[in-house]
């Protein structure tokens, strides 16, 4: 939360999120230039699309990775493709672990009910993207883009998870 979170934390959530694919990446940039040929997917989050109340700094940092994609495109290509995939809530043992088991039951079912599709993504359909990202028929040709899987959650209203109010 705002009050919760003090410089060094946020510059410590910014140096992995951000700081650390720029690091990735540029490790990774000559071998793919000498190959002729490569594909980069960063993991990013609805927060940096949308904004999430319950950790700015979080959120904040996702944008700064997807406008880094962006930018990186310019500069990589035409050998490298860069793309970011935007995962809204996902399924995983971590957050159930987290939540304990009826809360995180809950949680899905109040999130599914906002959303468009009806449902939350679980870790496979992130992977799935991702795939198709680096590898699919068709993706070729794409980079620089951020591709939001979260079954409409950028579409509004943020769903209980992300309100940054007291469940």
Avoid: C
Wanted: charged share 20%.
């Amino acid at each position: 939360n705002f009050d919760g979170v003090d410089k060094d934390d946020f510059l410590n959530i910014y140096a992995v999120n951000v700081v650390g694919a720029y690091q990735m990446i540029r490790a990774v940039e000559p071998h793919m230039r000498k190959l002729g040929r490569g594909a980069i997917v960063n993991d990013s989050s609805i927060g940096g699309v949308t904004g999430i109340a319950s950790s700015i700094p979080y959120a904040a940092s996702k944008a700064a990775l997807n406008l880094m994609t962006k930018s990186l495109a310019h500069v990589l290509g035409p050998e490298i493709r860069i793309n970011a995939v935007v995962p809204g809530m996902i399924q995983t043992r971590w957050l159930k672990g987290g939540l304990g088991d009826d809360a995180y039951e809950t949680m899905l079912e109040k999130t599914a009910e906002t959303l468009p599709l009806k449902e939350v993504a679980t870790a496979d359909d992130i992977a799935e993207t991702l795939v198709w990202f680096l590898v699919g028929a068709g993706s070729r040709l794409i980079t620089g883009e951020t591709l939001i899987v979260d079954s409409g959650i950028h579409l509004g209203p943020l769903p209980p998870y992300a309100s940054g109010k007291e469940q």
